[in-house]
C-alpha cells in the first residue's frame, strides 16, 4: 500500500509559478511509476505528467516546456514545477502511484494504469 499526500497548490497571476509536491508513504521501497493528473468535476482525470522508476519522463502537450515532472527518490516525494502558468490550468490536481512492483506503463498518462491516489490540492490561475 502507498500513501499520497499532495501540497503546494494555491493561486497564482498568469505567467507566475508553482510547485507542487506529492509525499509518499508506506510500501514506498517498491518500484513504481508515478504521475500528476488534473480533474475537472464530473471529467475523468487528465494526464499532465508522469515518470517511471528509471526516471523517464512524459508531459502533455498543453504543458509541454512549462512544466517539468521530478521525484526524490532519497526523500519520496514527486515535485511538479509549473512556470508559465495559464488561466486555463486552473485544476485540481492529483498525485497518482500505479501498481507496485511495476517500473514503467505503455500509457503512463491514462488515469485506468494507476490505483493509488492522493487527495488532491487546487491550483488557481487569475488572468
Known amino acids: 500500500q502507498v500513501q499520497l499526500v499532495e501540497s503546494g497548490g494555491g493561486s497564482v497571476q498568469a505567467g507566475g509559478s508553482l510547485r507542487l509536491s506529492c509525499a509518499a508513504s508506506?510500501?514506498?521501497?517498491?518500484?513504481?511509476?508515478m504521475g500528476w493528473f488534473r480533474q475537472d468535476p464530473g471529467k475523468e482525470h487528465e494526464g499532465v505528467a508522469a515518470?517511471?522508476?528509471?526516471?523517464?519522463?512524459s508531459h502533455t502537450d498543453s504543458v509541454k516546456g512549462r512544466f517539468t515532472i521530478s521525484k526524490d527518490n532519497a526523500k519520496n516525494i514527486l515535485y511538479l514545477q509549473m512556470n508559465s502558468l495559464k488561466p486555463e490550468d486552473t485544476n485540481m490536481y492529483f498525485c497518482a502511484a500505479g501498481p507496485l512492483g511495476r517500473v514503467r506503463s505503455a500509457s503512463p498518462l491514462k488515469p485506468w494504469e494507476y490505483i493509488y491516489w492522493g487527495q488532491g490540492t487546487q491550483v488557481t490561475v487569475s488572468s
Open positions: 508506506g510500501d514506498t521501497g517498491t518500484s513504481y511509476y
Open positions: 515518470i517511471d522508476r528509471d526516471g523517464t519522463t
